[in-house]
């Protein structure tokens, strides 16, 4: 069926608005020199991809390796959390740690276990879990799409990272959005306010306890 209306017009979101478009980004140094940034540059400027270095085995323990009793998720209060319940936690960036996302949080089980050692009856409910915080975050103005992803090489406690990226920002597509979340500026601290209340709303729909109103 045609129309002879025309395509409406779509807005930038306010996150996207803000953003320095066509500004060189000045980043901090130790964004190039942390030791997982696979690039670098050589003496005349160029691009260049780091040398592997030599293996470190065995490999140094993780926080919480020894258990519950040296974990950094199982000291946080609930208090410090956007959403909880009996059995998972929904967690939001240390406000003086926040990157520069639209909005990123953690899934995190109450138990002190990693993906493997899940136990069965937290492993039923991680799949309706990873839908329920997308579909918190996709329920915020602006966003094009939600990057899950699991990592765990600092703390061996699960915990699984939402990234909300904005809609029509397409560099910030794929597997460099966590590293363009560390390269642009902060969003500032009403922002950053106001999209944890409503991804708290949002999750207490359903159920649990939200920590932040």
């Given at each position: 069926m045609s129309t002879d209306e025309p395509d409406p017009v779509v807005q930038p979101?306010?996150?996207?608005?803000?953003?320095?478009?066509?500004?060189?980004?000045?980043?901090?140094?130790?964004?190039?020199?942390?030791?997982?940034?696979?690039?670098a540059k050589d003496d005349e400027g160029r691009v260049r991809i780091r040398r592997l270095d030599q293996p470190v085995l065995p490999e140094p323990p993780r926080n919480g390796e020894d258990g519950p009793r040296d974990c950094v998720i199982c000291a946080k209060p609930d208090e410090k959390y956007l959403?909880?319940?009996e059995h998972w936690r929904v967690a939001y960036q240390d406000p003086e740690?926040?990157?520069?996302?639209?909005?990123?949080v953690f899934l995190e089980p109450r138990v002190h276990t990693d993906l493997g050692d899940l136990p069965a009856e937290r492993?039923?409910?991680?799949?309706?879990?990873?839908?329920?915080?997308?579909?918190?975050?996709?329920s915020l103005e602006g966003v094009g799409r939600v990057h899950v992803n699991r990592w765990g090489d600092g703390v061996a406690h699960?915990?699984?990272?939402?990234?909300?990226?904005?809609?029509?920002?397409?560099?910030?597509?794929?597997?460099?959005l966590?590293?363009?979340?560390?390269?642009?500026p902060r969003v500032t601290t009403q922002y950053f306010d106001g999209v944890n209340m409503k991804l708290a709303a949002a999750l207490e729909k359903d159920g649990g306890r939200a920590h932040v109103r």
């Open positions: 979101s306010e996150y996207v608005s803000d953003l320095p478009i066509g500004v060189e980004l000045k980043p901090k140094v130790d964004h190039f020199t942390w030791d997982v940034f696979p690039f959403w909880t319940d740690e926040r990157r520069g996302s639209l909005a990123t492993a039923l409910e991680l799949g309706p879990m990873i839908v329920r915080v997308e579909r918190a975050l996709a699960l915990h699984l990272w939402f990234t909300a990226r904005p809609a029509g920002m397409l560099q910030l597509r794929g597997t460099f966590p590293l363009w979340n560390s390269l642009l």
